[in-house]
């Protein structure tokens, strides 16, 4: 065949090393012009989109953004016990404005590294581009690249962070995901398992390896977030890891009142009885322990939540009240990319381990949010990992039909 092209970095190959010349290479050499077109093509929709319709309506997510930046940089702490601290810290840096306008940038050029990652991946061009051309016109992404809201910047960090792992930059990504985790800490029990994954393509896979891999990740780990430690030890007065949304995310749907209400929380509310605890780390660690304690003891109509969970999680359409040929337009742009994630991981099993540090995070935020509380906005971030491993049912389609190949020549 034709060659199409040098292969990208990846910790794939056996060796560890990178066949081209360093973070230029990694970047530059894959840029052709179909995917130059390509994202061309996203940031003319972000933009057009913005213009259009202007900066989506604020959320109460959006205002306490605003006013916990104000307090952190007026008192020194945050005023919110549910958020990290790096997007309000940027919203009160740029102001909506500007964080929108970035985001329509970063969210463009979060095509362009999914496009990086799924050649790392399958090491196929055909495959890359169609992920990176779902992500390009993915309805869902180009609204939230609109909204001042951390998915459009969370999942580019996720992204970036990911291609740095498979260019076998190990330092970088790991500063990249503690980034991520400082702005969102959705994956943070995941970038170690990431980090050892990454090892396992090796031959044969090897322990130290692994062990070596996750030590530089928990030493920039620690370092990057101490200060927000010592941030949260001085306003709780004990040490705190992270944030104080777990609690509550897990009684939402996990409750008597969600079982006899609903979504309606103007009833019973299932937070009210906790309100009365003055501390808010035991208050966060009363409703954890609800939210657990009826799972255990309410299995029925919690498997019925499940399923409930499932279908609402994977909806593509964001609002169900909008007309009928918006959910036609955006099931026709965003199911293909479920189905074929769904395909590439039954007839890929054999490809497992390059694919697992991709599918990790795709598999832990499904568990956590069917376990506990679901809607559009938490599966978003996975979206580009689903383009990626979607992406990997291209080939085997081609491969089937007698195609002729697009795999890139030398690995």
Same mark, same amino acid.
């Given at each position: 065949?034709?060659?199409t092209g040098k292969?990208?970095s ?5 060796n ?12 530059m050499?894959?840029?052709d012009?179909a995917?130059?077109?390509i994202v061309v093509?996203?940031?003319l ?10 900066t989506?309506e604020a959320?109460p997510?959006t205002?306490i953004y ?5 307090a952190?940089?007026a008192?020194?702490k ?11 810290v940027a ?18 050029w ?6 990086l990652?799924?050649l790392?991946v ?6 890359a581009?169609?992920?990176?051309g779902a992500?390009?016109?993915h309805p ?8 001042p ?5 969370f ?6 962070g990911?291609l740095?792992?498979?260019?076998n ?5 790991a ?5 991520a985790?400082?702005t ?8 170690p398992?990431?980090f050892?994954a990454?090892s396992?393509?090796a &031959?044969?896979? %090897? /322990? *130290?390896?692994a $062990?070596?891999?996750v030590a #530089? ?6 370092a +990057? ?11 709780y007065?004990k040490?705190?890891?992270?944030d104080?949304a777990g609690?509550?995310t ?14 309606d929380w103007?009833i019973d509310p299932?937070?009210?009885?906790y309100?009365?605890?003055?501390d808010?780390? &035991?208050?966060? %660690? /009363? *409703?954890l322990? $609800?939210?657990?304690?009826? #799972?255990v003891?309410n299995?029925?109509p919690? +498997?019925r ?5 499932f279908?609402r999680?994977?909806?593509?359409w ?6 009928l ?7 026709v ?7 074929c994630a769904?395909?590439s991981?039954v007839?890929?099993?054999?490809n497992?381990r ?8 795709v598999a ?5 949010h069917?376990?506990?509380h679901?809607n559009?906005r ?10 990626v ?11 089937y ?11």
């Amino acid at each position: 065949m034709k060659s199409t092209g040098k292969v990208a970095s990846s910790f794939f190959e056996p060796n560890f090393k990178c066949q081209q010349s360093g973070w230029h290479g990694l970047f530059m050499k894959r840029w052709d012009r179909a995917n130059s077109a390509i994202v061309v093509v996203a940031f003319l929709l972000r933009v057009v989109w913005h213009l259009r319709f202007g900066t989506a309506e604020a959320t109460p997510d959006t205002l306490i953004y605003i006013e916990t930046g104000n307090a952190l940089f007026a008192a020194g702490k945050m005023s919110s016990f549910l958020y990290m601290p790096l997007y309000p810290v940027a919203i009160h840096l740029l102001g909506v404005s500007g964080v929108v306008w970035l985001q329509i940038l970063v969210s463009t050029w979060t095509v362009h590294l999914v496009y990086l990652v799924a050649l790392a991946v399958w090491n196929d061009r055909n495959a890359a581009l169609a992920a990176a051309g779902a992500c390009a016109v993915h309805p869902v992404l180009i609204y939230y690249a609109n909204a001042p809201l951390t998915e459009t910047s969370f999942s580019f960090l996720v992204m970036l962070g990911l291609l740095l792992l498979y260019g076998n930059k190990l330092a970088s990504a790991a500063l990249v995901f503690v980034l991520a985790n400082l702005t969102r800490p959705t994956l943070d029990l995941v970038y170690p398992l990431m980090f050892a994954a990454s090892s396992l393509a090796a &031959e044969p896979p %090897r /322990a *130290m390896l692994a $062990a070596r891999r996750v030590a #530089i990740y928990l030493a920039i780990y620690v370092a +990057l977030m101490s200060p927000w430690w010592l941030h949260n030890y001085g306003l709780y007065g004990k040490f705190v890891r992270l944030d104080l949304a777990g609690g509550i995310t897990a009684i939402l749907e996990n409750s008597k009142s969600f079982e006899q209400h609903g979504f309606d929380w103007t009833i019973d509310p299932p937070w009210v009885p906790y309100g009365s605890i003055a501390d808010p780390v &035991e208050r966060d %660690r /009363a *409703m954890l322990t $609800a939210g657990i304690r009826y #799972i255990v003891e309410n299995p029925g109509p919690w +498997l019925r939540g499940v399923a409930d969970r499932f279908l609402r999680f994977f909806t593509p359409w964001p609002a169900p009240s909008a007309p009928l040929w918006q959910h036609w337009i955006i099931s026709v742009l965003i199911l293909p990319i479920f189905v074929c994630a769904f395909l590439s991981l039954v007839f890929n099993l054999r490809n497992w381990r390059r694919l697992l540090p991709v599918a990790l995070p795709v598999a832990f935020v499904v568990a956590a949010h069917l376990a506990t509380h679901a809607n559009i906005r938490y599966r978003l971030p996975i979206d580009p990992l689903l383009a990626v491993i979607g992406a990997g049912f291209l080939p085997l389609l081609h491969k089937y039909l007698g195609r002729p190949s697009t795999v890139v020549p030398g690995r």
